[in-house]
């Protein structure tokens, strides 16, 4: 039986003349990887982010459609009680001046007994006055219920809206490496790697899992070192050594792809070429060494 194993693979590309479309390639192996319809797993990917943000999105707004009628509720419970205290302060004091005109009344005539009788529901009255005064009084004082505050419910960090939705582990290692979310080249290469490490046979979330995805991004290593300020990560840097040339003579760059990063380049959707192409132009500009 043939053998299946992805080898190794030398690229050289003519870099003065890129439009000449000058490019050799040399490999001991010229199979491609077998690759099962990548495209579909790395969309499939997205589609369950993108499913698990939706679900996140609708359980805030649940929440905070929850917490606004809750306050609503408060409010109106506080308003009601306050007009109802308002009304009897109201009537126990329009009574009060009933019961000022009657006792007037009783002495005019003197009927002292009911002005004795009046005099009694006078002071009643008036401690009941007080009461419901004093008890105005106090919710008057009490802490009005807040309302809830409107959090859009999508993440204004676009790197934290991303973690969101991945487990604790992987949301620490997308913090660590940012640029493999706002950079969508990069993020394409990252759900490639993703797809090489599964299929591999490493369970997700796992040392082995981690450690195949940054052995594809070039990455298996630089954990624990310093991450230079305004620097983004790119595809796995390859051995490139120049060739000498006189003169205006096209200079060959040689590029070495390991045989995760053909993998990884099939499952992105890019050729051998493409993949080696975008090394040198990381280069470049300088996002890799």
């Keep these: 039986m043939e053998d299946e194993t992805i080898e190794p693979i030398d690229i050289v590309l003519e ?10 390639v040399e490999t001991e192996d010229s199979h491609a990887p077998e690759i099962i319809e990548p495209e ?31 306050y609503r509720a408060q409010s109106e419970v506080q308003s009601t009680n306050l007009h109802l205290i308002a ?18 009344a009783a002495m005019e005539n003197g009927d002292y007994g009911h002005a004795a009788s009046v005099q009694e529901a006078m002071a009643r009255n008036s401690a009941e006055l007080l009461q419901l005064e004093q008890g105005r009084d106090a919710m008057q004082a ?27 582990r992987s949301a620490d290692w ?12 990069l993020q394409q290469q990252m759900f490639a790697a993703h797809q090489y490490a599964v299929a591999s046979g490493n ?22 070192a310093p991450r230079a300020p305004q620097r983004s990560s790119a595809p796995p ?40 192409r975008s090394l040198i132009q990381m280069r470049r500009e300088g996002r890799i060494n």
Excluded: W
Excluded at 204 to 214: G, L
């Design 15 to 24: 870099e003065e003349a890129p439009e000449a479309g000058a490019v050799v």
């Design 40 to 70: 579909k797993g790395i969309e499939a990917l997205k589609k369950r982010l993108e499913a698990e943000q939706n679900a996140r999105i609708e359980a805030e707004m649940r929440a905070q459609a929850e917490a606004e009628r809750a």
């Design 87 to 104: 009304n009897s302060i109201d009537s126990y004091r329009q009574n009060a001046e009933v019961l000022k005109a009657n006792y007037a």
């Design 142 to 168: 009490a802490p009005k219920p807040e309302r809830p505050v409107y959090q859009p419910p999508v993440h204004a960090d676009p790197v934290e809206a991303f973690a969101a939705q991945c487990t604790p």
């Design 174 to 185: 997308v913090r660590a490496h940012p640029e493999y979310v706002t950079n969508p080249a």
């Design 203 to 224: 369970p997700v979330d796992t040392p082995a899992y981690f450690s195949a995805v940054e052995r594809v991004l070039g990455l298996e290593g630089q954990q624990n």
């Design 237 to 276: 840097a390859a051995p490139v050594s120049r060739a000498a040339g006189g003169g205006s003579s096209p200079r060959a760059t040689h590029v070495t792809l390991t045989r995760e990063q053909r993998e990884a380049a099939a499952m992105s959707g890019m050729t051998d070429k493409e993949y080696a």
